[in-house]
């Protein structure tokens, strides 16, 4: 069962205040504010034997043996490269070089053909401006909080213009 770290006493002890805004059950799973409820710890566990059970069915498709057999193996342990290779759950040992020799080998490309790395979008963040006194506060407030209702965020700091910095 994996863990997490629970920071929620830590920035109270350094006199930061921190609120949290979050709407649906479990939205808060990942915060570092609280530890897991019993209801969550079964939600992560669900999920990790989830994971476990999709990659022990992956590795035994790919390997042409029975999911026990992977199973009897992989024992629910997390190997280094060279226990995975001698155990037969990884082919070969390298980096994202030889990942990408070997992509290029199995489509029949030439060694030199060209690889791209592909990044998921960005998360969109609010502007760091200083609103003008007039009401173009307001316009930067709005398009601020559309941002944020568009990107997940864990947190939203107090901040109302001319109060407290």
Not at 116 to 126: D, N, S
Request: aromatic content about 8%; overall charge positive; charged content about 25%.
């Amino acid at each position: 069962m994996r863990g997490k770290l629970v920071t929620g006493g830590l920035w109270t002890k350094l006199l930061f205040n921190r609120e949290t805004i979050a709407f649906g059950d479990h939205s808060t799973l990942e915060s570092d504010e609280h530890a897991y409820s019993e209801a969550e710890r079964g939600i992560v566990k669900r999920e990790i034997d989830r994971i476990y059970r999709t990659f022990i069915e992956v590795v035994a498709a790919s390997r042409k043996v029975p999911s026990e057999a992977v199973e009897a193996v992989a024992a629910g342990k997390v190997w280094t490269g060279r226990q995975a290779l001698d155990r037969k759950l990884v082919d070969e040992l390298g980096g994202l070089d030889s990942g990408v020799a070997k992509a290029r080998s199995l489509a029949g490309l030439k060694e030199d053909a060209p690889a791209r790395e592909v990044h998921g979008p960005k998360r969109m963040i609010p502007p760091l401006v200083q609103p003008a006194a007039s009401a173009g506060w307001f316009a930067y407030l709005l398009e601020s909080l559309t941002m944020l209702s568009r990107a997940p965020a864990l947190a939203v700091m107090e901040w109302w213009p001319g109060g407290p910095r």
